[in-house]
Nanobody
Framework: QVQLVESGGGLVQPGGSLTLACAASGRIFRVNAMGWYRQAPGKQRELVAGITSGGSTNYADSVKGRFTISRDNAKNTVYLQMNSLKPEDTAVYYC???????????????WGQGTQVTVSS
């Protein structure tokens, strides 16, 4: 089995910063694409940022210039540096990872349990 464990959420004032981390562990041959999603109350889950195993990134328009996604392939960990946070960034943040469990295996997608980010004064 594969587990994704997130950390780093919390309460921050508008304009502040937080860094989220998500570590994958378990039966892993290779972690391919990784990403961060968020879901605010009453809204659908949306993609925040994604990163390939080669380091190519993409971002939601709402976070471009404020958030940075990165990864440490040796640690199977993805990070989300969030700067200039706004109240509308308040949501539960989830990471996902496309994991190969063997050389001939197809990717399977796994999700973290979610971490709350609250931006409020």
């Amino acid at each position: 089995q594969v587990q994704l464990v997130e950390s780093g959420g919390g309460l921050v004032q508008p304009g502040g910063s937080l860094t989220l981390a998500c570590a994958a562990s378990g039966r892993i041959f290779r972690v391919n694409a990784m990403g961060w999603y968020r879901q605010a109350p009453g809204k659908q889950r949306e993609l925040v940022a994604g990163i390939t195993s080669g380091g190519s990134t993409n971002y939601a328009d709402s976070v471009k210039g404020r958030f940075t996604i990165s990864r440490d392939n040796a640690k199977n960990t993805v990070y989300l540096q969030m700067n200039s946070l706004k109240p509308e960034d308040t949501a539960v943040y989830y990471c996902d990872a496309a994991v190969q469990r063997g050389f001939f295996s197809a990717d399977l997608t796994y999700w973290g349990q979610g971490t709350q980010v609250t931006v409020s004064s």
